[in-house]
């Protein structure tokens, strides 16, 4: 799956008007997909972690999920398990760094201005329309992890962490 594939797949899951799948849930299946990873249609891991960790307006789940299925592609990737994690961080961190810089947050709060575990906050958010902004980080994410399912960038990547011996 390229980038145009992963973005249509997350606006299909994203954008249907049943609210079914969150910004995590929604990467992290996409990223499962793309990395040819098991399950690719179950987000059960990745439930609580819509809205910055059960709404907490923590981290945004685009980079939650996204760290997710990156965390299952290291390992898949990776024999040494520590290294496997090593790489996986540092993957995300440079996610996270990008991330902030164009959007000026990583929080989910940031982002989208609200407490959604304020009394009928989540209610306004969604009958709102404005969950829709949310594709917008999705599609961040996606758009620079995705390109990790391609063998030959995983292993320049993986290179460019590798410590020099």
Known sequence: MDERGAVTLARQYFLDERNVYGC???????????????????????????????????VCGAISGGAMAVGML??????????????ARLIIADLMDEFGRAHGTVDCRGLIG??????????????????????EPIEFALLRLVPLA????????????EPAP
Do not use: Q
């Open 24 to 58: 995590a849930e929604t990467t992290f299946m996409v990223l499962k997909e793309a990395f040819d990873l098991d399950a690719p249609t179950d987000p059960s891991a990745a439930m609580a972690l819509n809205g910055g960790v059960a709404y907490s307006g923590g």
């Open 74 to 87: 290291a390992d898949r990737g990776i024999p040494d398990h520590r290294t496997a994690k090593r790489v």
């Open 114 to 135: 609200t407490d959604l575990r304020a009394p009928g906050a989540h209610e306004t958010f969604i009958s709102s329309g404005v969950w829709r902004r949310c594709i």
């Open 150 to 161: 391609d063998r030959a960038h995983w292993d320049r990547v993986v290179e460019d962490l």
